[in-house]
């Protein structure tokens, strides 16, 4: 069966880095775009960013744009999501997905398939 399973949270200060890895297996990884998703204490899961199968076309949430890198590997059915100048409001679960599509990347949650089980981040102040 399909497997997400995330890694590399865990606790960074403010202004430090983090890098959240996310390994796909069961399924054909280049026929996927992929995206990273993060739900905060209290709050409502929301879109970091996403790459299209190629790793060409890319997109982050404003929030983190200038800050954090979305990566993949296809030979490595692995996905990255680089966190830098991390600040405490970015501490949040973090969630990698899979997305059937030939084009393109989609920041809606509904386009996605497959879902993993989530790493935790924490940043303190």
């Known amino acids: 069966q399909v497997q997400l399973v995330e890694s590399g949270g865990g606790l960074a200060q403010a202004g430090g880095s983090l890098r959240l890895s996310c390994a796909a297996s069961?399924?054909?990884?280049?026929?996927?775009?992929m995206g990273w998703f993060r739900q905060a204490p209290g709050k409502e899961r929301e879109f970091v960013a996403a790459?299209?199968?190629?790793?060409?076309?890319?997109k982050y949430h404003d929030s983190v744009k200038g800050r954090f890198t979305i990566s993949r590997d296809n030979a490595k059915n692995t996905v990255y999501l680089q966190m830098n100048s991390l600040k405490p409001e970015d501490t949040a679960d973090y969630y990698c997905?899979?997305?059937?599509?030939?084009?393109?990347?989609?920041?809606?949650?509904?386009?996605?398939?497959?879902w993993g089980q989530g790493t935790r981040v924490t940043v303190s102040s």
């Open positions: 997905a899979a997305d059937y599509r030939e084009y393109l990347s989609s920041s809606s949650q509904g386009d996605y398939d497959y």
């Open positions: 790459t299209s199968r190629s790793g060409l076309n890319k």
């Open positions: 069961g399924l054909t990884f280049t026929f996927y775009a």
